[in-house]
């Protein structure tokens, strides 16, 4: 079974508070119990402190022997009373050896562990000579059956060791102490895991909503459905991949509303001639149209089929282009001699319709771009300007150079665009209303074949017009270097 973003993301940012939770209530419970230890060390340890310093200045009495050696006596009662009441202040057992580990006295009112036979070891009465305190947790070499904390110091009377106090309290204290700390610790993180669950949820919920809504359309645009658009109210990451979402629905939206508006007018193109193809054939086998008349419809048949062939080639052309197939082999050449060797092509056209041709009187015009590319901008442009100028009216030619670039101007007099025609004569298959008179043979792709050489250059193209006075093309090609001419030999040029 699938997970989804919102489970895996739930999923880990709750993993990783929930084991974050348990280590630091780990650490906790560790610091918490050595925590313990220490006050309990520092309470055993305080207090036999001042119950040493009592007996020592108050309990204990020095005598001489007929040998001149010291002996040292301990009220027991006195001292005793002592340690029962701090036994009682801090729930511990004190219990006291003399110097050879024999218990002397002992708070345990009943069933002493520490009287004879029981004595205190030599390691451990060694390690207080030495470090003037002994601490422990455990059983006491064995003499408790659980475990103590127990602090033993010296008992000195003038700098002489006469015995050692002991202090000793279970450690059963630190499991309630470890139990509430633990209760307290759960209950805050059951606090917290809630309010955790509860805002990962919504954080969690907030976050993949735009990715559902960019799944769905995606989903949407998969189906051919552009329409969905996302709405965008953040700006990271997600809004700027929201953005480019609905950029690409908008250009596909474009493209699909233009290959479905292609597929239409090639259809339409294509059928117009393909029914006046067959039905005058048609026509001329059955009968219909006298012998006579089959010369004038094989005419307009072998017409239309020209006309078939010039749309497919178009077509072929535009794809090659757009598919990358067709690559450019730019050099430098003289634009100028392009432009009159296609003038010689309109020769008869232009004789019939009277036309002044203007704006030729100039230097060579040196481009850089695919020459067999560019003659056909020129062909198709010099067509168009032809078909719709008016008669007894001029085509012009400008010449102007912008910085490394060169511009071509082709203007025809005549009835101009209106301006809302100006926005589509680049379209594939689009043609004015006029041209529909004045170009039977034309299929409305000269104009797109034109903008897509030039943007295969790099250059531009813009169409300017004057309704009533003129229609003026420009294109714009990167600036060529004219050929070094060698220099010719002294000793030639005196030949």
Known sequence: MKKSLFAKYFTVCISIIIVSIIFLGGMMLICASQ????????????????????????????????????????????????????????????????????TIMCTEDTLCQHTSPYTVPSEIRGM???????????????????NHYTVGIPVQNDDVTIGYLFA????????????????????????????????????????????KDMSYAAQQYGKGDFSPRISIERD????????????????????????????????????????SIGGFIDGILDGTIPESQHKKYLRIVSDEVARLSRLVRSMLN????????????????????VIAQTLFNFENAINEKNLEIRGLDVDDIWVEADEDLIHQVIYNLMDNAIKFVNQN??????????????????????????????????????????????????????LNIVKTIINLHDGDIVVRSKKGEYTEFSITLKTGKPPVKPRRSPDKEQQ
């Not at 474009?254 to 393909?274: D, G």
């Not at 090659?320 to 450019?328: C, D, P």
């Not at 926005?423 to 000269?446: A, Q």
Request: net charge negative; proline share 2%; aromatic share 10%.
């Open 393 to 446: 009216g001029y085509i012009e030619f400008g010449f102007r150079n912008i910085a490394s670039r060169t511009e071509i101007t082709i203007r025809n007099s005549g009835e101009g665009l209106a301006p809302d025609e100006m926005n589509k004569v680049f379209d594939r298959f689009y043609k004015t209303d006029k041209s529909r008179g004045l170009d039977k043979n034309g299929v409305g792709l000269g």
């Open 236 to 275: 990271d990451e997600i809004g700027q991949l929201a953005q480019t979402l609905n950029t690409m629905a908008y250009d596909l939206s474009l493209i699909e509303n233009s290959r479905r508006s292609f597929t239409a007018n090639v259809s339409h193109e294509l059928k117009t001639p393909m029914t």
């Open 128 to 146: 207080i000579d030495q470090k003037g305190i002994y601490k422990e947790t455990g059983t006491f070499q064995g003499l408790y059956s659980s």
């Open 318 to 337: 535009l794809s090659k282009i757009e598919a990358g197939e067709m690559k450019l082999e730019c050099k430098p050449f003289n634009a100028l001699n």
């Open 168 to 211: 000793s309290s279970s450690s059963s204290n630190l499991q309630v102490f470890l139990k509430e700390i633990f209760n307290m610790f759960i209950l805050s993180s059951g606090v917290v895991l809630f309010l955790a669950f509860v805002i990962i949820f919504l954080v969690t919920s907030q976050l993949v909503k735009p990715l």
């Open 35 to 102: 925590y313990f230890q220490e006050e309990q060390y520092n309470t055993l340890k305080v207090n036999l402190q001042r119950a040493t310093m009592a007996v020592e200045q108050n309990y204990i009495s020095a005598v001489e022997d007929d040998n001149d050696q010291t002996h040292y006596t301990i009220d027991v009662a006195s001292s005793l009373s002592i340690y029962n009441m701090l036994a009682g202040i801090i729930d511990a057992d004190f219990f006291m050896t003399d110097t050879s580990g024999k």
